[in-house]
Each structure stands twice: as structure tokens, then as C-alpha cells.
T-cell receptor
Framework: NAGVTQTPKFQVLKTGQSMTLQCAQD?????MSWYRQDPGMGLRLIHY???????DQGEVPNGYNVSRSTTEDFPLRLLSAAPSQTSVYFC???????????????FGAGSRLTVL | GQQVMQIPQYQHVQEGEDFTTYCNSS?????IQWYKQRPGGHPVFLIQ?????EVKKQKRLTFQFGEAKKNSSLHITATQTTDVGTYFC?????FGDGTTLTVKP
């Protein structure tokens, strides 16, 4: 079982470039989410999805787009990268919603993004 | 919106000393989770507390959920170098900022 797989592990972009961070899980989890982690600021929720075809905004959604065409995949798109988006990005999945008992998050290994 | 505050932000201890981190939510939680992130790694689930006043133990780690279900704590007895990392609480998909523990051998 691979769990949650994120690619790429490292990426350097120039301001204004676009890119997609990939996230795939093989646990048949309904809930998937993206967090960014900045020094001293913990994990902040960017976007999340409660199932295929359904996405919603988290705490810091500006500058990011997501889609959920399949249960397995939840890519995060940066349309025009900015230096403020330099961060470590984590994808996470769980069986159920935060309010349920089946909401233990499994995290990917992370993607470290630098925007110059 | 909901806020989850965690203190202290950093804790440096001598190996063998105890360590405690506290988590406080601005709203009542249905459950609270604790995660550990080793340096350079990703958060890994430790435990989930659901009941008011619940106490759970994992070897040297003791987790408590407050009676009002708005606060929680993680206590490590006799820290070891393997305990190094950042400990996060999570309530309703909102993470605290974490407590980073360093242990001096």
C-alpha cells in the first residue's frame, strides 16, 4: 500500500509560472485536502474535497485551484506563482469528514516549492 | 472562525525530563487528534480523543481531553532523543501551530 503519494518532492519556479502539484491515494478515501506549512505557522488548509466532483475552500485558498475528477487524485494548481507561495505543501486524505470518527489524516511526504 | 492555539511554541529539555504541550480551541470539539512530525518529515497520526475528560496512554505519552472538550494536552514522561519533533493538535481540520521539542542528550 503506497498511501498518499505526492509529486514532485522539490520544485523551483519563477514568479508568474504555473505548475501542478500531484496527489494520489490508494486507500479509497473520500476526503482529501491540501495544506501548506510555513515556519512557525503550522499547517494551514488550502482546499479540500469530500468526494469526486466536490471541492471547497479552506483557510488560505487564494492563488490555488483544485479539482477532483476521481476518488484517487487531487491535484493542486498554481496558475501564476508568487514568492509568497514558497512553502512546503502536504496532501492528506481520510475516510471521512472532520466531524466523523473516521477522519484520521494520512499525509503524503510533502512537496517543497520555492518561487523566485 | 475557529481558532486552535497551542503552547509553548518551542520546548528544549534535557533527556529524561518531562514535556507537556497544551492545545486550546475557541469552540467545542467533537474530537481532537494529535500528530507528530519529525524534522524534515510529514505529520503522522498519534491518537484521537473523543469523550469529555478522556485520558489515553501510549507508553510514555499521556493524552487528555478536557471536560468541556475545548482543550487537550500531551505529556511525555522521561523524554528520549527519539521524541524530537513537532507535535500538532487538530480539531475540526484546524491545526494548532505546533510545539517543537528538542532533547539534549
Amino acid at each position: 500500500n503506497a498511501g498518499v503519494t505526492q509529486t514532485p518532492k522539490f520544485q523551483v519556479l519563477k514568479t508568474g509560472q504555473s505548475m501542478t502539484l500531484q496527489c494520489a491515494q490508494d486507500m479509497n478515501h473520500e476526503y482529501m485536502s491540501w495544506y501548506r506549512q510555513d515556519p512557525g505557522m503550522g499547517l494551514r488548509l488550502i482546499h479540500y474535497s469530500v468526494g469526486a466532483g466536490i471541492t471547497d475552500q479552506g483557510e488560505v485558498p487564494n492563488g490555488y485551484n483544485v479539482s477532483r475528477s476521481t476518488t484517487e487524485d487531487f491535484p493542486l494548481r498554481l496558475l501564476s506563482a508568487a514568492p509568497s507561495q514558497t512553502s512546503v505543501y502536504f496532501c492528506a486524505s481520510s475516510q471521512g469528514l472532520a466531524s466523523s470518527g473516521a477522519n484520521v489524516l494520512t499525509f503524503g511526504a510533502g512537496s517543497r516549492l520555492t518561487v523566485l | 472562525g475557529q481558532q486552535v492555539m497551542q503552547i509553548p511554541q518551542y520546548q528544549h529539555v534535557q533527556e529524561g525530563e518531562d514535556f507537556t504541550t497544551y492545545c486550546n480551541s475557541s469552540t467545542t470539539l467533537s474530537n481532537i487528534q494529535w500528530y507528530k512530525q519529525r524534522p524534515g518529515g510529514h505529520p503522522v497520526f498519534l491518537i484521537q480523543l473523543v469523550k469529555s475528560g478522556e485520558v489515553k496512554k501510549q507508553k510514555r505519552l499521556t493524552f487528555q481531553f478536557g471536560e468541556a472538550k475545548k482543550n487537550s494536552s500531551l505529556h511525555i514522561t522521561a523524554t528520549q532523543t527519539t521524541d524530537v519533533g513537532t507535535y500538532f493538535c487538530n480539531g475540526k481540520s484546524t491545526f494548532g501551530d505546533g510545539t517543537t521539542l528538542t532533547v539534549k542528550p
